[in-house]
């Protein structure tokens, strides 16, 4: 383990959380999963290498608007919601490989390779009329899915220009 100042050190922290909610309207019910870990080695006294992985998950009822009559009636409707069952599922896991190098004692560079996926499904409450009379139309569900990868480059300069001054230039390129 050591304090991470010396070669074969090694860091290390793991995180988890949970938010969940009823909500005060019907239909407004919410769950996040949140989990993000990371470990660090270090290789010489001014690199280390770093394998970071990081994953969410949402899920949330959606109870729409309410016209004003409606909130008048009953401010915990929802109506809308009910009837086309709108909600949102959101899932993204990602993993990444990072470099750090202190070049010098006001220098350093950072070069980070990364991969995940995101995943998107959306319930919305659009009537049926308006998707019959518009065939282009996208509908009431919305479905998206990306793998992404990645490689970051940074470098960053701290100096003085009369007062503390931090200067960060890079690169990135993401498909």
């Known amino acids: ?11 290390y922290t793991v995180s988890t959380t949970r938010f969940t909610t009823h909500g005060f309207r019907d239909r407004s019910s919410a769950q996040k999963n949140l ?3 990371k470990l660090g080695v ?35 409707q929802s109506p809308r919601a009910e009837q086309f069952n709108t909600r949102k599922t ?3 896991t990602q993993a990444g490989l990072r470099y750090e190098r202190q070049l010098s004692e006001h220098d350093d560079l950072s070069v980070m ?8 499904t ?6 049926m009329a308006p ?33 503390p001054v931090t200067f960060t230039t890079g690169l990135n390129y993401e498909i």
């Open 122 to 127: 959306q319930y919305q409450s659009i009537p």
């Open 90 to 92: 959101i899932k993204q």
């Open 42 to 76: 270090r290789l010489d006294d001014a690199s280390k290498l770093s394998l970071i992985f990081n994953s969410v998950d949402i899920h949330a009822n959606d109870p729409g608007g309410l016209t004003e009559s409606e909130w008048k009636a009953n401010p915990q």
């Open 131 to 163: 998707q019959r009379d518009n065939p282009a139309h996208a509908g009431g569900v919305i479905v998206l899915q990306r793998h992404y990868q990645g490689i970051d480059t940074r470098w960053t300069h701290r100096g003085e220009l009369g007062v």
């Open 1 to 11: 383990m050591g304090d991470g100042t010396q070669a074969g050190d090694v860091d």
């Open 35 to 37: 989990a993000n870990a």
């Open 113 to 120: 390779m990364y991969a995940g996926e995101r995943e998107t």
